[in-house]
């Protein structure tokens, strides 16, 4: 899952509202900026297999320091506490915390059984959304509406970048989508931890555009 992990994020914004949209997409994607770095260390494994699901050609072989339910209350954990440390806001910490939870188990809908429980478990969850291309891109597109609606809600524009800014980043994110789902398989493990980096920028991204944002009090 791609886009749905930042609807949860931009939508997070209204229970956060003094959290960075940075911050919270880099929570809500924390997995994913992790799981490129493992897999070019060679401590993870990803295959390119045309057909594993419907959506995607990733057979996702072996993860489970990135995408194990246990580290993902681990890395939840450690994101939500580091910045308690340094912010001293709880409610953050701990909306922070869940969203790197939650995108364990958003990622449980949409794989297929691959996602460990624990380091060593031979244990794999995932319910399969990705069999569907229709399934997956309703699913994802209608959560990534409802969250940006209620993050233009919640902020308004400073100026342009605050504005046509948003409204490009948000077309940025769709035609990735857009590629991930329609595109041609990626070439290799290693093209697919590189374009998956990309999440950091689309991070910087997200907390370059809030600061040109504020927020609506009324
Ligand atoms: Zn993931």
């Known amino acids: 899952m791609f886009l749905g992990h930042y609807a949860v994020a931009i939508g997070a914004k209204k229970v956060a509202p003094k959290t960075s949209l940075g911050t919270l997409f880099a929570a809500a994607a924390f997995l994913d900026l992790v799981w490129p770095v493992l897999v070019l260390a060679g401590d993870e494994r990803v295959a390119v297999a045309p057909g594993a699901t419907a959506f995607t050609p990733l057979d996702f072989e072996h993860y489970p320091i990135s995408h194990s339910l246990v580290m993902s209350v681990v890395w939840g954990a450690v994101f939500g506490t580091v910045y308690f440390l340094v912010r001293r806001d709880r409610r953050a910490a701990a909306v922070l915390g869940a969203l790197v939870v939650s995108h364990w188990a958003l990622d449980a809908v949409v794989h297929r059984p691959d996602l460990p429980l624990t380091l060593g478990g031979d244990a794999r969850i995932g319910l399969g959304l990705w069999n569907s291309i229709t399934g997956t891109l309703a699913v994802e597109l209608a959560m990534f509406a409802a969250g940006l609606w209620s993050y233009v809600r919640a902020t308004r524009a400073d100026d342009g970048i605050g504005g046509v800014g948003l409204a490009v980043f948000v077309l940025f994110l769709l035609v990735i989508y857009a590629g991930a789902a329609f595109g041609p398989p990626p070439p290799s493990a290693n093209a697919i ?13 997200a907390a370059w555009i809030d600061r040109h944002r504020s927020l609506r009090t009324a």
């Open 193 to 205: 931890a590189w374009s998956d980096m990309g999440q950091w920028l689309v991070v910087l991204l």
